[in-house]
């Protein structure tokens, strides 16, 4: 299993930026971490997600984003805010197999739960999970870290 606390610490200008309360406006969002496909952004609303303990992210994803199948080893609950996010379970991406959330969408995936997702238009999401943040990937040629 791939560490990632490392890729945290990299070229975030938020990791020390957590609030206790925080309005949308006032969030501090910078480029998602290597362990995520290119295009994502993510800032830290409460946490750190390179340490033990609670964490909670907010994420966007740009039109056509796509998280290939991995897990973590923590459970992992996500809220979309706003747009879409298709989640799948299982250990590869499957277009015609998963449950589409919009806006007010919850979705929980148990520690070691491989599953994967995708937006098509886009979306904020709200992550909830304990850290320190780790993804697994199913395929490892599927790590952009690999890339």
Known sequence: MLKTTVAFCIGLAFASAAQAQVNSQD???GPAPAMFP???T???LSGDPTK????????TMPPGYQVPAHHHPTTE???VISGDLHLGMG???DMTKAAALAAGGFAEASAG??????SQDGAVLQIHAQGPLEI???????DPRKK
């Open 91 to 93: 250990d590869k991406l």
């Open 42 to 44: 993510i800032a830290v």
């Open 52 to 59: 033990a303990g609670l964490t909670t992210l907010r994420m």
């Open 113 to 118: 739960m491989n599953h994967y997702a995708w």
């Open 77 to 79: 609950y996500v809220t």
């Open 136 to 142: 697994v990937y199913v395929n490892p040629m599927d």
């Open 38 to 40: 290119k295009g994502a």
């Open 27 to 29: 969030l501090k969002w």
